[in-house]
């Protein structure tokens, strides 16, 4: 595991973190789901840095980026927004895209701002549109995390968060998945690597969400800020060579709507991850062959 870390400047002033592994000529950019961090794609990008140079950015809020003062900026819009600025920034005009569920909406996103610019993506367990279980199970835990006070804890809370999407791993695994979800606080104690307002946020998102849903419908508008409030407008645009990665077992992620992305999109590329739901690590044996099999056919290493 070999990285350098960098920092830069938000449109609006924060201060944002990045991994970089690899010097390849063409760039892998991962994207985190939306309590996650960086720390998400160590397997991943180490195995990709020999052949790539592999991006993997903590969103506004995560992991050593800085929370946002203003808790309504926490909105995919904004996300995409960092991460252009990102790109620019280091003069890169073609990536490759791997998102995590909210990373894999962001690569919908980009897709539909500047689609030249995405030359494949993978989306990691993420749809254009989520079951309303789901959705409801996610809002309720997003930022309410209760407090623990050592790592034994962290462990175990860690475990009862995501078991039922990942059954059958050992202690060992746990203890390394909460190094990935907390981090000690001024108090020497573990806490989600994530600001809470997040998960407010969210929430409070929903009601006006549900009256632009509406006025979509009507035909009355499509867009708010250039994002598409019906996200299958935004999966539209996904003309590029695209992977849909899929835990077996995920409520997000359902067999209809696979099957729903690939009526839209014939050449859909889809691989089934056995015994994980939402969403897969992309350490699996069979998500990681899919990946790279993928990306040496779409977005080979030499340009």
């Known amino acids: 595991m070999s990285y350098t870390e960098h920092r830069y400047t938000s449109h609006d002033g924060l201060s944002l973190y990045y991994r970089a592994y690899g010097e390849g000529p063409r760039t892998v950019l991962c994207l985190p789901g939306l309590t996650r961090n960086s720390r998400d794609f160590t397997e991943l990008a180490t195995r990709l840095a020999d052949r790539y140079r592999v991006l993997s950015p903590d969103l506004r809020g995560r992991g050593f980026s800085d929370h946002d003062p203003n808790p309504a900026h926490y909105a995919p819009g904004t996300y ?14 073609e990536v490759a895209v791997v998102g995590t569920s909210l990373g894999g909406l962001m690569a919908m996103l980009m897709a539909d701002q500047q689609p030249r610019r995405l030359a494949a993506a993978v989306l990691n367990d993420i749809g254009p549109e989520l079951p309303k279980a789901a959705m409801a199970r996610i809002l309720e835990y997003v930022g309410r ?13 860690t475990r009862e968060a995501y078991e039922l999407a990942m059954p059958g791993m050992d202690d060992a695994f746990w203890a390394d998945h909460a190094r990935r979800s907390y981090r000690e606080n001024p108090d020497g104690k573990p806490a989600p690597d994530m600001d809470p307002a997040i998960g407010d946020a969210a929430r ?17 508008v499509k867009r708010v800020a250039g994002v598409p409030i019906d996200l299958w407008d935004a999966f539209a645009a996904m003309t590029m060579p695209t992977l849909l990665v899929h835990g077996a077992l995920s409520d997000v992620l359902t067999a209809e709507i696979v099957a729903k992305m690939r009526a839209r999109k014939p050449d ?3 691989a089934t991850v056995p015994g994980r739901g939402h969403a897969p690590m992309l350490d699996e044996p069979e998500a990681r062959a899919a990946i790279e099999a993928f990306l040496a056919a779409h977005y080979p290493p030499a340009a």
């Open 268 to 270: 859909l590329e889809v």
């Open 80 to 93: 995409v927004r960092d991460v252009w600025t990102l790109l620019d920034g280091l003069g890169i005009d």
């Open 204 to 220: 409070k998102a929903q009601g006006p969400l549900k009256v632009l849903r509406f006025l979509r419908r009507l035909g009355l």
């Open 145 to 157: 995390r209760p407090p623990v006070e050592d790592w034994d804890a962290a462990t175990r809370a």
